[in-house]
């Protein structure tokens, strides 16, 4: 019965989680919050998680019950994400792991969604779409490792909608992504964007730059509301994933999707990705917010499962690492 | 308004649409059909796949003009959102000419016959790319493999579905990387023929191929390593 | 294709429920007549000058492809026939491409083309109007001007190395509204 603890720090959410065998004892998460029209930079970001790691680490054993005794393996994420934040929150896990003489495990992020939403759902072997403010990776397994089969060729899908929900001076409480969701819902009239599919892979930041460009002389001029903007770039960028994410289940021949990501929160991208696979036979895998948006207790349920397997990260090993491909890490833990 | 192909034996599917084989206007034909994706907002998916069926029909003409062989096209009909073209009865794909190849033969054996088809590739594409048609989709199942009556090896290329024209060397450069390894996943000697295939290129494509190719080498280490931004 | 006394008829796309036939016509004494009777509307047909058809399919090719137009109400000039002519041409100008493909007065070589429902034909009716000798199809071997042909449709050499004329002008014909040359 092994007891994992995951520590998540990559980007502006801080979440500390316990895992026993495939269950979330707790998963308590803080996110950083910034000012409508303004980003978050590392710096800030690594300084709210210090700020707020003793906290969310006590509600995580309280709220589990569990003592440090009863972990056996401390897990935290080595990458990919931003520097600072990373490494503050490493050094939590890393600190605690000393404390509590522990075993250590870094864990890959994209791979902490992928056994989470695999977990949860109970999808067993899906195409996956993997979509956030720092990721957008369609990837599917084969021969033990998670290849990538298509990507972005510049800025995560949610990078784009996190920067344009600046334009419109959106609120970024609960996160950016949810308000531009809200805001689509109400908006009807699409606009005709630049649409960016290469193949297998896709790319952003020209739709950032047309959008950026265009937004406040579309609005000045009334002819399109900010709702509509919403709901026309929704629609574009969506299309693009659903896309490229059904021609990696054509080339492989796979009849499941599994959405991971904060960007997999949306349920219009939920709805069409849900079309697309009813088109084909195919089922749809999701989760909620609770799984969807970065939190500890994938990092607990990853590091439980390698862990499991003979997985140890040396001591001299425990770094992190902000590029850290999704196709690195050698998945001993599954069967297949 | 779709009405369905009368006569005509579906060949194949894919997520972009369907292939047809059947006779039209008196002709040996083959018939893509795109499918309309319910999923997309429908002013999106008219005008995405408009546009597609554009690109696709004007890489196959301009593809001529390059000196390339490609199918020969009959109608474009953008209501029912399919392209008529000809069929190229009698010929194989080059994927299974050369898996063919290999049975029975010790690889030395085989690549004497791969050898002239692998410099033709090279050929082909440095025309394409000089003349900056990016095929989009370079696999040895786009490539279909005849005779003349003379004996000299005919290649034809097909399936310009994700084609665009473009002058920009980077795009050369991933067109190459996407044949690499299309050609590492399927075929066991590949690295023999892609050295052959990359001769033949520069010779085609000699004012470009230095520039193309070291992009190409950029992508290829690349390997999409990208940061992570927050 | 089918052929009848040398008037040749194809099927063309099932959605139009149409059919193209032709005939050709050499030695022709009263073209003006019959161009002025297509113009007025009196003769209902394409009336095309075999000096730029290098084989009948090139004109199936357009045929089909006013056809599809009518069949979608996307066509550009004002009757099936004109807009058959329109689309032998690559040029996007209607009356330039109606003239070259068209024939003159003095024109004593004309490849009739007309398009109906099957069984429908009015090719018969048509071709008793024409004061000159009805010749095989084939013949447009002859009296087409192959460089001619490749200069209006802007076919280089190193294109006719790897395609026939006709297929690289037919790839020119279905493709001639968003391709340009």
Request: with cysteine.
């Given at each position: 019965m092994v007891i994992a603890i995951g520590f998540e720090g990559s980007a502006n959410k801080l979440g500390i989680g316990i895992v026993k065998e495939g269950v979330v004892l707790s998963n308590p998460r803080r996110t950083y919050i910034t000012p409508p029209g303004e980003g978050f930079l590392p710096r800030e970001t690594a300084q709210h998680h210090r700020q707020n790691a003793l906290i969310v680490l006590q509600e995580a054993l309280e709220e589990a019950k569990i003592k440090a005794e009863d972990v056996d393996v401390v897990c935290y994420t080595k990458g990919p994400g931003m520097g600072a934040p990373l490494v503050s929150t490493s050094v939590v896990a890393l600190t605690v792991a000393q404390l509590w003489n522990k075993p250590v495990i870094g864990v890959n992020h994209c791979i902490g969604h992928i056994e989470m939403g695999r977990l949860i759902t109970?999808?067993?072997n899906p195409t996956v779409l993997y979509v956030s403010g720092g990721n957008t990776q369609v990837i599917a397994y084969a021969r033990k490792r998670y290849r990538i089969f298509g990507e972005t060729i510049d800025i995560a899908v949610g990078n784009c909608l996190d920067r344009f929900a600046r334009v419109l001076k959106l609120s970024n409480d609960p996160s950016p992504g949810y308000n531009i969701e809200q805001m689509a819902k109400k908006g009807n009239k699409l606009l005709k964007m630049p649409y960016a599919v290469k193949g297998m892979d896709v790319s952003f930041s020209g739709i950032l730059s047309f959008m950026e460009e265009r937004a406040q002389g579309l609005l000045d001029s009334g002819e399109y509301t900010p709702e509509d903007l919403c709901f026309s770039l929704q629609e574009t960028i969506f299309a693009m994933l659903v896309e490229t994410t059904e021609r990696a289940m054509a080339h492989c021949e796979s009849s499941e999707v599994l959405i991971v990501g904060g960007?997999?929160?949306?349920l219009r991208l939920q709805e069409m990705m849900g079309i697309m696979c009813s088109e084909r036979n195919a089922k749809l895998f999701a989760t909620d917010e609770r799984f969807c948006i970065d939190n500890g207790a994938m990092i607990a349920h990853a590091g439980s499962e390698m862990f499991k397997h003979g997985w140890k990260t040396p001591w001299n090993e425990t770094t992190c690492t902000q590029r850290y491909r999704t196709d690195e890490v050698e998945v001993i833990w599954r069967d297949d | 308004m779709s009405s369905e192909l009368e006569g005509f034996e579906m060949m194949k599917q894919g997520a972009e649409g369907r292939l047809f084989r059947g006779a039209y206007l008196g002709k040996p034909t083959v018939v893509k059909e795109r499918f309309k994706k319910m999923y997309r907002h429908p002013d999106l998916d008219e005008h995405l796949t408009k546009d597609r069926i554009k690109a696709e029909a004007r890489a196959i003409v301009r593809s001529k003009a390059a000196g390339v062989r490609t199918p020969c096209l009959y109608h474009v009909d953008f209501n029912q959102r399919r392209l008529y073209m000809e069929d190229i009865v009698g010929s194989v794909t080059v994927k299974k000419f050369i898996k063919d190849s290999l049975i029975g033969c010790s690889d030395e054996e085989a690549m004497v016959k791969i050898k002239p088809v692998a410099y033709e590739i090279g050929s082909i594409i440095g025309r394409l790319h000089a003349h900056h048609?990016?095929?989009g989709d370079l696999t040895t199942s786009n490539i279909l493999y005849s005779l003349s009556e003379s004996s000299k090896i005919v290649l034809t290329l097909i399936d310009f579905g994700l084609s665009h024209i473009d002058n920009s060397a980077e795009d050369k450069g991933v067109d190459l990387y996407v044949l690499e390894r299309a050609l590492l996943s399927t075929h066991s000697n590949a690295d023999k023929m892609f050295p052959i295939i990359l001769q033949a290129y520069k010779k085609a494509n000699s004012q470009e191929s230095k520039t193309i190719l070291a992009k190409f080498e950029e992508v290829r280490a690349r390997g999409r390593k990208r940061t992570m931004v927050g | 294709m089918g052929e009848v006394t040398n008037i040749v008829t194809e099927k063309l796309d099932p959605t139009s429920g149409l059919y193209v036939s032709m005939a050709l016509f050499r030695n022709v004494k009263n073209s003006k007549v019959i161009k002025d009777k297509v113009v007025s509307g009196a003769l209902q047909c394409s009336i095309i000058?075999?000096?730029?058809?290098?084989?009948p399919f090139q004109v199936v090719v357009a045929a089909n492809k006013a056809a599809a137009s009518q069949v979608f109400g996307s066509?550009?000039?004002?009757s099936i026939y004109t807009e058959l002519l329109f689309n032998l041409s690559i040029s996007k100008n209607i009356s330039q491409s109606l003239m070259k493909f068209g024939i003159n007065e003095s024109d004593q070589d004309i490849l009739v083309a007309t398009i109906h429902a099957e069984d429908a034909s009015n090719m018969s009716e048509i071709m008793v109007q024409v004061e000159g000798q009805v010749v095989p199809l084939t013949d447009l071997q002859n009296i087409c001007d192959f460089n001619l042909l490749r200069k209006s449709y802007k076919i280089s050499e190193d294109e006719l190395k790897v395609t026939s004329l006709l297929d690289s002008i037919v790839s020119r014909i279905a493709t001639s509204d968003f391709v340009s040359h």
């Open positions: 109970g999808a067993d960007v997999g929160c949306n | 048609i990016i095929h | 000058k075999p000096s730029l058809i290098a084989h066509m550009v000039t004002k």
